[in-house]
């Protein structure tokens, strides 16, 4: 799927490939989940061999920047909202006056970069270049990270009190969190160093304020690196609490199966003796021979108690 | 909230913001969870943009130094008292002879120094100038971080004790130390960093007494990192000691369990059968009969008891 | 076991040792777990110490380049599909206008390469030369490892489904691939610097645009250690819920097991009572004795039912 | 707590601080956990000031050589003895010919020094001046390390035989050296850079000689090191291996209470069915009743107990 | 205990301490765990300072290579055949003509070294010089390290088809397993570096043709730290999922117990109640009482059958 806008005299224009021309001053292509056959359209018209952009759709490419002849190819990571949430990468081509990006999934931000452009304001994003749009776009995915990342810090709050409160099962939720976080983890790092190059290098494509946000941005990714990080090894740390809880309550559960076992094992025990029937056994016809039978067991049953409050069994 | 200070031969004033003026010495901004009003006034005045002011009330940035064409940006981390001790970011802005601290959290150490001014001691702490005060001011917060170590120290004593003594779940309070050492251990590293480029760089606001002064709390996070680090690794050893100790409390009830219901296993079924209605049972009439079941009983279960005690499992 | 491909003029033979000659612009020697006989014909033919063969034969060998006087020796490890997918190294000796590759075990790539030999393309992948054949052998296996990494996500899949719905035994599965990832993380990262020095070094066997080639082939395995590595913690995590699972049916199990116990205990408790054989007992000629008691039993249960309900261990 | 030696002409003299003078060649100071008073009179005496001094007795300072422009202070680890063994910072202080240590707990290796120095061989210590005589110091400490984790070794040869022999619970001994080793690790790790500046740095306050000496210091430092590292992943396999002999027990605990439940299921529920006063029953008048009924009971047991010896349940 | 071997004209003596002369081209002198005696002697004769001697024989001694003034001293760890197999330090003396082996512990490699000698190949290890001894010496060590590390992966293999088997316990397996892996880490790590400095550094005791038979031991020693590496990882998955098996074994027991309990739960409860004494019960004399409470029993018990099986608690 092609969207092309082309951007000339203060004005936005939706176009097609045909129109691409180096009067616009910025023209953004965006390719989702292109055919074969936009693909080899696409090719020809931006003369960018097809093997080249079908790196640009491998989700599972490393992040990093290309110089090329020709042109500028920046691989970069986003989160991909799918059952789980894990990151997808997709490609940037920076050449001449044309932004292509490139992607085999559903990025969020760039659907969101778009509606932007659409709705309000093109002039604030696209006047000032190639740099700073690229900019915006990288800037929309660090936000996409740092809304999902800051939503988990939530989900763990409510993880740790489910974890003290009652028996609930969290641990396949905790296994949710920490795969999100592995994949951010890989994501964010490899993202870091591409922000390291652009806000280093002197590429024709970024001024220095560019290159200042840029920065910005390096932080913001550092930022989000130490949070995830943090998030891990609290996660980690309440599975083992859950294993332990988990241990403890099977204790509980143990306990109360084995006193009432043993509370009953010599009562039950002396109601069979009297239940057998041999002719002759003693107190049988005791008249107060129940009484005695039935005063022995509450003793035994008393004692045991007494024995399991004091250590501690029932509290 | 803002509370200013401004310092003027000798003399501590507290000032409002349209009284800030180049007499003074030096002035001390504190401004804690500003409104959106009071951040736009804050920002005219000293003039440094407002975007850059939010920067500062960021709880979770990463700690830096930066140098401005106009201004100095410290970004520190903190201690924070809430539910459980965890840290928050706040920014320290130094220009002319402005000191401003920025912070959307309440910090302890920031309370204590203005305190100390307002009470005893503004000579000692503002007459030695903005270099000086900052060092004051970090040294607040790594004597903050400290406290709060030395506490745990003897929580971990409290805590290894309860676990060897008896049957308390201790687990909750290790999940509540690890998280708060996981935060501490982020917080000081980053910190050790700012105060590791403090303490080297010829930066226009320390002199070379300040810079000293600073090698000193470099030296002092250090120490707190590696405690930290040590603490860090013995719950981690306690956390391993308290799980094998429930297992082994497991064994301990399901021996128990086991020795109940195996001790009355046999006798109970003798009981059975000769409660068992048939009109021709061996030995039901015979006087001695019932004695001669309850002697095999007995053996049965003294024959048990001493199998138990050669295993073990009675002690 | 030897098989010999010489290419002249667009034209591919299969040949023998003692047709080896300079005409050919490649000769490609195949050599699979030779005899000790084929070895030092070999050895002889090709003028290459046989102790240096055997170096190419050892599985475990350490993949590295070197330059020898008269060859270039590269020991890559390959992808190994025995009981379980392991890993084997394998040594490729380029000597003059020969290629040989040396291993002891099926290596599928290599036969990949021979059939496309055979059948299709020879001009397309000799034309180029020595360096760009080395190419087209490394990439078979990135891609072979890449393929086997790509399933293991599926398998990912499958066993994390299987962990959340029912309880079948995961553990011999996730150990499986745990193994098949220790092998290919210390494959690929050895291999991953054989390739960084192939794409950096200018040895006379590759060309600039070989070096290229080379350069894509060493993102591709950081792109593999990069999957592998996040696979491995994933299956980590598995591994622990796994086990938190099986913890929390036993749990399950275990409140069965209690339930049952507790609820009977003093029922049955209560008939062995009125089963004892005194001549004088409460109620025992009473017409509604036997529903009195029978009323208190269910009473009983019932209470029981009642605070399992509340404990929620009946859901 | 003072106590001062001075050496002059092969004579070693306990003097005061009031003695304190140029003439003697070396002077030591050992100054053990003092009072408010003394820590004054030494700073005046030595004329350092207090504060410096109170470095040297902060138990949790970091490891590290300061050079001031008067004296050197060389802040080190050694173990110490109380509940459990763990370690503590002290300072050793040198300026001109007086060698000052400083610590607030007991150090064991500084009254070995002090009685070595008292009764035997003041000449040989003293005599090759400060530099030998710190060198003997560290390596006091060095030995004493030493000691403790060649008994360590001991320690964890028992606790691994306890473990493969029977079941007594080895948890809090692991803990006990676990906690050892954490302390050791820290310090001897920051112990061994000290070393390293001693051995390479060219400090007025030792010779080339006692810089060799020094450096075989590093190395039984390094090599303390490796033993401690290679007990702690000793421990930690035996921490696992006894987690899991735990479950093995319980599972052979659960065993037998399962067979015997199992066992008697049957026959207890048949003596009941018998035991019921129903008036019309199979059997029950039959004269040979009883014993098809036993029979029947013995046959089921045995059944069971052929399918547990199947299963190997029964060993 | 020593043996010597002087090497002169192609000729092998065995010699005594007082017979070295610098007439041999090459002598070697074995001491295995020397008494004080022996060592003075040695010490004498060779004139390396007994201080000096006792390194070598320190089996925890750190491997490294010394050059002193007047000799090389090499620290090589050897694996250690005692009731586990761990590892051992040796010291290498080369002075002139002389290569002194010193050992406290019984090292197999070098009884084999010397067998070599007395029985089959003096000439070829010999004439080369003392550099290729040494290089002899040191592979001997590497094959013995080899050898245990192959056997060491037929045992895994073993150990993970009894770990899917059946219900052995491999755990005192695994851990022994992992403790000689332990001491091997430490040990190649740092013989590797002992080889590094070998390969590299003009010392005159190794010819270029020495340096680049240690290059390929360097190398093998490599292999042997990844494979060790790889067999550690997985043998840390098998302790994991010995473990889980564990749990899952328990599972499957405590089902049968619980299946068992709650099957004749109630049908014995029933045997109960018609097990009472009262005189007026339903059903208690019509002649099919007995059928129509079995019926009951055995719908009760069909039922809960029909529950497990469709809990698949039953297989």
Redesign the interface.
Known sequence: MLKILGYINNDLKKITLNELSEEYSLIWIDCYAPSDDELLQLSKKIDIEIEELKVGLDE???P?VEEEDEYYLIIYKAPLFEEDITTTSFGIYIKDNIILTLHIDKIKSIGKIYNLLKTKKPKILLDRGKGFFLYNLLNQITLSYSKIILNLEDELDKL?SN??Q??N?I??E??QL??TL??FH?ALV?NKDVLSILKRKYLPITTQDDREHIEDLY?DT??LI??E??YR??LV???????????????Q??????M??????????I???????????????N????WI??GISAIIILILLYVFLKE?WIK
Chains 1, 2, 3, 4, 5 share one sequence.
């Open positions: 599972q490419e490393v990093r740790e974890l003290l009652d028996q099962n641990t396949g905790i296994l920490r795969k592995v994949y890989k490899s932080y550092l930022q130490d949070m990080t943090t090894e609290l740390s309440m599975m083992d609490m859950s294993l332990s809880l988990e241990n403890i309550r099977m204790n559960i143990m306990k109360v199966l084995t009432v076992t043993t509370l009953f094992a010599v009562p039950v025990w109601t069979g003796i009297y239940g057998m029937n041999f002719k002759y056994m003693p107190l049988l016809n008249p107060y021979g129940f039978v039935m501690k």
